[in-house]
């Protein structure tokens, strides 16, 4: 037997079991709501119900305008907090993964959808009903229904077992109860009054008059809504559109602007200098090669041997070394300053074009942030 090999004595093996994690942050990606939720799986209409229904999404799918075709801007921009987390669950249900790890998603629903999560998605009767789901939550209602409560106190387990055991058996989790039905009992009075206000709208909204000025308006916003369904077909995020070809004369103008029209003229007459006394140099050189061959022909003519010529050679070098050195002084002073001038200036215009897109950016309206992703 292979060294480090497992040997079987009994049982089957199985492969380990799928994991999906519902954050308590909800993610969401630059897609179509249906892209969001099948998440690369394989779309079946029949399971992509029931996971509507489960999540509670018909409505929303309702008033989306393309339904679930609509596209979800970046990090689910035009979503609600309980559609972002709704749509984290639908994807967790839809994935059909034998371990749920739920962290606390009932927190950005209200409580009517949350009851309805509970009983048609999370809950014994519901559509992860099989799975395993471990539930984070601080919703306390739900606890009756669970199979196993872990309660922890400061990231350590206080107590651990059923309802009922946990009931009779731990002081603090009656305490954490009792607090509980009074929070619940406050969260009801206030549910109450929410309906209350919501049926004397309802009533108010039967008067005639108000409903044909109601079904104008919404008349008037349809109308506005195709339009921009017509025009952007639903698409929040813009395709990105890069230039090609030459870049346009008009950035250099807006460059060269922004290092200062003077400076920039500066520049171009100390390199215009600077050519012109790299020139000179040159035209030092060869009038230095032609001394010295004219000198040494005086020599040959008036017959002087090369020793008594070394002065007056000496006096043609010293000169010509003069001008030369005076010119190669001058072209690096000149050198020098046109290129920390024009370092500078650089410097200076890019610091101006940053400035003029920071404050362009921080300037646009919301919809720019929503058509441009972050990365863009």
Known sequence: MESGAGVKYGGSPSPPPSVAYVPQQAWIQNLTLRDNILFGKEFQGDKYGKVLDGCALRDDLRIMPGGDAA??????????????QRVS????????????????PLSAVDAHVGRHLFRELIGPGGLLAGKTRVLVTHNLSFLDRADKIVLMDKGKVAACGSFEDLKNSSQE????LAAGMAEKKKKDEEEKEKDDEKDDKESNEKDPLLQIKQKT???EDGKEKNEEETAGNNKIVEEEVSAKGRVDFR?????????NAWAFAAVILLLLFGEGVRVSGSIILGLWTDAVA?????????GRAEEDNVPTLLSVHSSFISAFAASAAVLGALDFFRSLLFMRRC???????????????MRSPMRFFDANPVGR
């Open 251 to 259: 950035h250099y103008l807006y460059f060269i602007r922004k290092t």
């Open 217 to 219: 308006a919404v008349d």
């Open 347 to 361: 410097a200076a215009a890019s610091a101006a074009v940053h400035t003029a897109v920071l404050d362009s950016v």
């Open 294 to 302: 004219a000198n040494e022909g005086d020599r040959l003519e008036e």
């Open 71 to 84: 596209e979800i801007g970046e990090n689910g921009i035009n979503l609600s907090g309980g559609q972002k």
């Open 89 to 104: 669950l639908a994807r967790a249900a839809y994935s059909d993964a034998d371990v749920q790890l739920l962290d606390d």
């Open 173 to 176: 989790f009656r305490e954490l």
